[in-house]
Structure formats: structure tokens, C-alpha cells
């Protein structure tokens, strides 16, 4: 098979050796979807209400490669959620000193 179909036994190789990187990496893989939302909560906070920047520009600043599905900036309680492949976030602005913070999950829904 080898002989008659090198690129196919090429890409077969390649397809095997992904999946054995991916299985044993899956910790890491699995730990990847929720950091495009928090970057983009967590930047955007401090953007607009730490350097109190224009909301355009800091929707530019935090445009990422991976797009966010769902985002929310809720002016009058200085919050910010982002969704971004199936997780949301939620960055909330403390005080001028500490700047803006990512709430645990359970906070975030629960306000």
C-alpha cells in the first residue's frame, strides 16, 4: 500500500500522529476555549473603564483573530461578558486602584 499510494500513507501518518498529540494534550486542549472570552471581558473592562476610552475604540482594541459570539458591556454597573467558543465571561470594574477583575461563574450569573 505503501508503494502504490505514498501520499495517502503520508497523510494517514500525519492524521495518526495528530491524533495521538491531541489525546495526550487534551488537558490543555480542553482548557482553551474559555481564555477568548476572558481576554476580551478582561481587556475591554480595563479599555473602557480603567482608561475610560471611547467604547469604538476599545471594541477595536480587544478584536481578536478568534471572534466572540455574544458580547455585553452594561455601562451602569462597569461589566463587561463575552462569549467565545461555547464559554462566557465576565470582567467587572472594582475600583480605581485594583482596575477590573474576572468574576467566578457563579458570580457572574448570579448578578
Known amino acids: ?3 502504490r ?3 495517502l500513507s ?4 500525519l492524521l ?3 491524533s ?3 489525546f495526550a494534550n487534551r488537558t490543555h486542549l480542553a482548557s482553551f ?13 480595563s479599555c473602557r473603564y480603567v482608561m475610560n476610552n471611547s467604547a469604538e475604540y476599545c471594541q477595536g482594541y480587544t478584536k481578536q483573530y478568534v471572534s466572540t459570539s455574544a458580547f455585553f458591556d452594561d455601562a451602569a ?10 464559554s ?10 485594583e482596575g477590573c477583575r474576572l468574576l467566578p461563574q457563579a458570580d457572574a450569573l448570579a448578578q
Not at 503520508?10 to 501518518?13: A, R, S, T, V
Not at 454597573?77 to 461555547?86: D, E, F, M, N
Open 33 to 45: 476555549p474559555p481564555i477568548i472570552g476572558a481576554y476580551t471581558a478582561k481587556e475591554y473592562c
Open 20 to 22: 495521538a498529540w491531541a
Open 5 to 7: 499510494h505514498p501520499l
Open 77 to 86: 454597573k462597569k461589566r463587561v461578558t463575552a462569549r467565545g467558543l461555547g
Open 88 to 97: 462566557t465571561q465576565t470582567a467587572a470594574w472594582i475600583s480605581p486602584r
Open 1 to 3: 500500500m505503501i508503494r
Open 16 to 18: 495518526l500522529g495528530l
Open 10 to 13: 503520508l497523510l494517514l501518518l
